[in-house]
Protein backbone atom coordinates (compact mmCIF):
# COMPACT_ATOMS: atom_id res chain seq x y z
CA UNK A 1 0.00 0.00 0.00
CA UNK A 2 2.90 2.50 0.78
CA UNK A 3 4.05 1.58 -3.00
CA UNK A 4 0.60 3.00 -4.02
CA UNK A 5 0.09 5.65 -1.97
CA UNK A 6 3.56 7.04 -2.88
CA UNK A 7 3.14 6.64 -6.39
CA UNK A 8 -0.04 8.33 -6.68
CA UNK A 9 1.41 11.29 -4.63
CA UNK A 10 3.69 11.76 -7.22
CA UNK A 11 1.48 11.71 -10.52
CA UNK A 12 -0.72 13.97 -8.58
CA UNK A 13 2.01 16.61 -7.53
CA UNK A 14 2.84 16.42 -10.94
CA UNK A 15 -0.55 17.67 -11.96
CA UNK A 16 -1.49 21.46 -12.82
CA UNK A 17 -4.87 22.89 -12.49
CA UNK A 18 -6.15 26.26 -11.19
CA UNK A 19 -6.42 27.10 -7.52
CA UNK A 20 -9.88 28.83 -6.80
CA UNK A 21 -11.04 30.86 -3.31
CA UNK A 22 -14.42 29.51 -2.08
CA UNK A 23 -16.21 31.91 -0.24
CA UNK A 24 -19.56 31.89 1.81
CA UNK A 25 -21.02 33.34 4.64
CA UNK A 26 -22.33 32.07 8.04
CA UNK A 27 -24.94 34.30 9.48
CA UNK A 28 -23.17 38.24 8.58
CA UNK A 29 -19.83 36.72 8.72
CA UNK A 30 -18.31 36.65 5.29
CA UNK A 31 -15.67 33.09 5.13
CA UNK A 32 -13.63 31.98 2.01
CA UNK A 33 -10.45 29.84 1.41
CA UNK A 34 -8.38 28.64 -1.20
CA UNK A 35 -9.17 25.39 -2.66
CA UNK A 36 -7.39 22.66 -4.87
CA UNK A 37 -9.56 20.49 -5.17
CA UNK A 38 -12.29 20.97 -7.61
CA UNK A 39 -14.13 19.88 -11.12
CA UNK A 40 -16.61 20.37 -13.32
CA UNK A 41 -19.06 17.03 -13.11
CA UNK A 42 -21.74 17.88 -15.56
CA UNK A 43 -22.54 19.91 -18.56
CA UNK A 44 -26.14 19.64 -18.78
CA UNK A 45 -27.28 20.26 -16.33
CA UNK A 46 -24.73 22.32 -14.86
CA UNK A 47 -22.72 21.19 -11.83
CA UNK A 48 -19.42 21.68 -9.91
CA UNK A 49 -17.76 19.99 -7.56
CA UNK A 50 -15.76 21.79 -4.66
CA UNK A 51 -13.98 20.15 -1.83
CA UNK A 52 -13.11 22.30 1.54
CA UNK A 53 -10.91 20.58 4.16
CA UNK A 54 -12.18 19.78 7.54
CA UNK A 55 -9.69 21.30 9.18
CA UNK A 56 -10.15 25.33 8.12
CA UNK A 57 -12.30 27.74 9.46
CA UNK A 58 -14.59 28.34 6.21
CA UNK A 59 -15.48 24.50 6.31
CA UNK A 60 -16.38 24.50 10.03
CA UNK A 61 -18.64 28.11 9.42
CA UNK A 62 -20.30 27.36 6.83
CA UNK A 63 -20.53 23.56 6.45
CA UNK A 64 -24.78 23.71 6.19
CA UNK A 65 -24.18 27.49 3.99
CA UNK A 66 -26.86 27.01 1.00
CA UNK A 67 -24.72 28.70 -1.62
CA UNK A 68 -20.60 28.81 -2.19
CA UNK A 69 -18.77 30.92 -4.01
CA UNK A 70 -16.11 29.72 -6.43
CA UNK A 71 -13.47 32.39 -7.62
CA UNK A 72 -10.73 31.61 -10.43
CA UNK A 73 -7.64 33.08 -8.63
CA UNK A 74 -5.91 35.74 -10.96
CA UNK A 75 -2.32 34.75 -11.72
CA UNK A 76 -1.63 38.72 -11.34
CA UNK A 77 -3.18 38.19 -7.78
CA UNK A 78 -0.60 35.91 -5.77
CA UNK A 79 -1.33 38.15 -2.67
CA UNK A 80 -4.90 36.60 -2.79
CA UNK A 81 -3.80 33.60 -2.52
CA UNK A 82 -1.59 34.13 -0.07
CA UNK A 83 -4.52 35.63 2.01
CA UNK A 84 -7.27 33.15 1.37
CA UNK A 85 -4.59 29.97 1.82
CA UNK A 86 -1.55 31.16 4.44
CA UNK A 87 -4.07 33.13 6.95
CA UNK A 88 -6.52 31.73 8.51
CA UNK A 89 -9.94 33.64 9.37
CA UNK A 90 -9.79 32.92 13.16
CA UNK A 91 -7.08 35.01 13.56
CA UNK A 92 -7.25 37.60 10.34
CA UNK A 93 -10.66 39.26 8.71
CA UNK A 94 -9.45 38.07 5.47
CA UNK A 95 -11.96 40.61 3.91
CA UNK A 96 -11.54 43.52 5.71
CA UNK A 97 -8.29 43.35 3.62
CA UNK A 98 -9.71 42.75 -0.06
CA UNK A 99 -12.43 44.77 -1.72
CA UNK A 100 -15.78 42.52 -2.64
CA UNK A 101 -19.39 42.91 -2.78
CA UNK A 102 -22.34 40.68 -1.89
CA UNK A 103 -23.61 38.15 -4.57
CA UNK A 104 -26.03 36.35 -5.20
CA UNK A 105 -27.27 33.99 -1.82
CA UNK A 106 -25.29 36.34 -0.03
CA UNK A 107 -22.09 35.29 -0.84
CA UNK A 108 -18.98 37.44 -0.68
CA UNK A 109 -17.97 38.01 -4.20
CA UNK A 110 -14.09 38.96 -4.48
CA UNK A 111 -13.42 42.13 -6.91
CA UNK A 112 -10.28 41.14 -8.02
CA UNK A 113 -11.60 37.76 -9.42
CA UNK A 114 -13.28 38.33 -13.15
CA UNK A 115 -14.26 34.72 -13.51
CA UNK A 116 -16.38 33.32 -10.43
CA UNK A 117 -19.90 31.54 -10.53
CA UNK A 118 -21.76 31.03 -7.23
CA UNK A 119 -23.60 27.70 -6.90
CA UNK A 120 -26.74 26.16 -5.06
CA UNK A 121 -24.99 23.22 -2.59
CA UNK A 122 -26.95 20.40 -4.13
CA UNK A 123 -25.19 18.07 -2.31
CA UNK A 124 -22.52 17.29 0.51
CA UNK A 125 -20.75 14.31 0.79
CA UNK A 126 -17.61 13.23 2.93
CA UNK A 127 -14.89 12.44 0.78
CA UNK A 128 -12.00 11.38 3.44
CA UNK A 129 -10.11 14.69 5.44
CA UNK A 130 -12.85 17.20 3.05
CA UNK A 131 -16.07 17.20 2.08
CA UNK A 132 -17.15 17.82 -1.28
CA UNK A 133 -19.72 19.89 -2.23
CA UNK A 134 -21.91 19.20 -5.41
CA UNK A 135 -22.93 23.18 -6.57
CA UNK A 136 -26.04 23.89 -9.24
CA UNK A 137 -24.75 27.79 -10.40
CA UNK A 138 -27.20 30.27 -10.19
CA UNK A 139 -25.12 33.07 -10.96
CA UNK A 140 -21.95 33.66 -12.77
CA UNK A 141 -19.01 35.81 -14.47
CA UNK A 142 -16.32 35.62 -17.02
CA UNK A 143 -13.75 37.27 -18.17
CA UNK A 144 -10.03 37.17 -19.82
CA UNK A 145 -7.55 36.02 -16.96
CA UNK A 146 -4.60 34.10 -16.46
CA UNK A 147 -5.21 31.18 -13.83
CA UNK A 148 -2.91 30.73 -10.50
CA UNK A 149 -1.98 27.69 -10.55
CA UNK A 150 -1.38 24.50 -8.16
CA UNK A 151 2.13 24.83 -8.57
CA UNK A 152 2.32 28.36 -8.04
CA UNK A 153 0.78 27.55 -4.71
CA UNK A 154 3.27 24.91 -3.49
CA UNK A 155 4.86 27.78 -1.65
CA UNK A 156 1.86 29.17 0.49
CA UNK A 157 1.94 27.52 4.11
CA UNK A 158 -1.28 26.41 5.47
CA UNK A 159 -2.94 29.53 7.40
CA UNK A 160 -4.75 25.91 9.26
CA UNK A 161 -3.07 22.59 10.68
CA UNK A 162 -3.45 19.69 7.80
Known sequence: MADVRAAFNKLVGHLEYPMFIVTARAGDEPLGCLVG???QTSIDPPRYLVCLSQANRTYRMARDADHLGVHCVPADAPDLAELFGGETGDEVD???RVAWHEGA???PILDRCRNWFVGRVIARVPAG???A???DPIAA???EQEDFTFH????IEPGHEA
Open 152 to 155: MAKR
Open 129 to 131: DHD
Open 133 to 135: YLL
Open 105 to 107: GGV
Open 94 to 96: KFA
Open 141 to 143: AAG
Open 37 to 39: FST
